[in-house]
């Protein structure tokens, strides 16, 4: 099913996303967690693409297990930086083989130590174009509530227009630990009369190290309130896991309390982290659902 169709039919949406293995490991060292997500009955299930830069080949493959031996829905990511036109259509091509109807155009992070790689598409908005010209996929795409950190704020906003105009059905936020900066970002979108779902991108923090990367990485703004658990808990794995999965809950239930359309869990692969979420909101989901 097209995801765009999910978030008619139903509110809220509930996503999980996941990364294929290293390809220093067997691909199977997912498939028991997929199993396991699965139980929990997400709406559909996200695979990433190429991070770390080693594992592209594998997303098709995932994504395609989930879809057809699982029998459930997926979004596979597709980056295009550096991407010559021929390798997006073989894997445009591929993702019509495999029955797979949706797909997560990202233009991808610049490599380190070559800011300007050569490819065919210089921005998400011309891999939309294509996708949309030659595919009947449905495309979902990124936005940056706190603003990406290429850009200013406002021209992030115009050029994310010009992302839904190219066909875009949904949008998956980045990371945030504070709602205020999504809800801020929504009314800007509303005003621009961009009108499709904005989904919540939440992680669970359940680790100190990991909380340097993501913040490096994406620059998402540490509210006080969570710099406060992440410096109590630091040396306490176990402490820091009970209290990252409590503010990640209060941000999701605050979020569907607001009508936010969907909530996408960046769930790292952990099972038990991302079961437990979906225990403390399965009532309020299920409330939502109902009267929606
Ligand atoms: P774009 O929309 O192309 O924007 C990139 C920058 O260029 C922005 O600053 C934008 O304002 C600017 N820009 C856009 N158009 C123009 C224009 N015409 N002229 C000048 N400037 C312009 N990365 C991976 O490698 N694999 C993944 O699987 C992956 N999944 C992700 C999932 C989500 C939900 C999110 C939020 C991010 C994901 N990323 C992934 C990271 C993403 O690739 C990076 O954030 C990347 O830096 C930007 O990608 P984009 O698609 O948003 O780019």
């Known amino acids: 099913m097209k995801i765009k169709n999910i978030y008619k039919k139903k509110k809220p949406v509930i996503s999980f996303e996941i990364f294929p293995p290293n390809e220093r490991y067997p691909i199977e060292n997912i498939f028991e967690t997929i199993d396991k997500l699965i139980e929990l009955k997400p709406d ?30 997926v979004l596979a990511h597709l980056t295009c930086v550096g991407a010559k036109k021929i390798e997006i259509e073989n894997i445009l091509e591929e993702l019509k083989k495999e029955n797979i109807e949706n797909v997560l155009a990202l233009r991808g992070d610049f490599p380190k130590e070559n800011e300007s790689v050569e490819g065919d598409f210089r921005y998400a908005s011309k891999l939309i174009q294509k996708i949309k010209a030659e595919s009947d996929l449905c495309v979902g795409a990124a936005f940056y509530p706190e603003g990406h950190q290429e850009t200013n704020d406002l021209l992030d906003l ?24 999504f809800y801020s970002f929504k009314e800007k979108c509303e005003k621009l009369g961009i009108d499709i ?35 109590r808990y630091e040396n ?42 979906m225990r403390r909101i399965e009532k309020v989901k299920e409330y939502l659902e109902e009267v929606s």
Request: hydrophobic share 40%.
């Open 158 to 181: 115009f050029y994310l227009r010009e992302k839904v105009k190219e066909g875009t059905d949904f949008l998956i936020s980045q990371i945030f630990f504070d709602n205020d900066y």
């Open 236 to 277: 306490n794995p176990e402490a820091l896991k009970e209290a990252g999965i409590a503010y990640a809950v209060e941000q999701i239930i605050d979020l569907l309390s607001s009508g936010v359309s969907g909530i996408h869990i960046y769930t790292m692969n952990k099972v038990d982290v991302t079961k437990e979420i």
């Open 44 to 73: 559909f299930i996200s695979v990433t693409y190429g991070a770390g830069g080693t594992t592209r080949g594998r997303t098709v493959e995932i994504a395609s297990r989930i879809k057809n031996t699982h029998n459930t829905e």
């Open 197 to 231: 779902p904005l989904v919540a991108g939440i992680i669970p923090v359940t680790n100190a190290n990991q909380i340097k990367r993501i913040t490096e990485l994406c620059g998402s703004t540490i509210p006080l309130k969570f710099q406060k658990i992440l410096n």
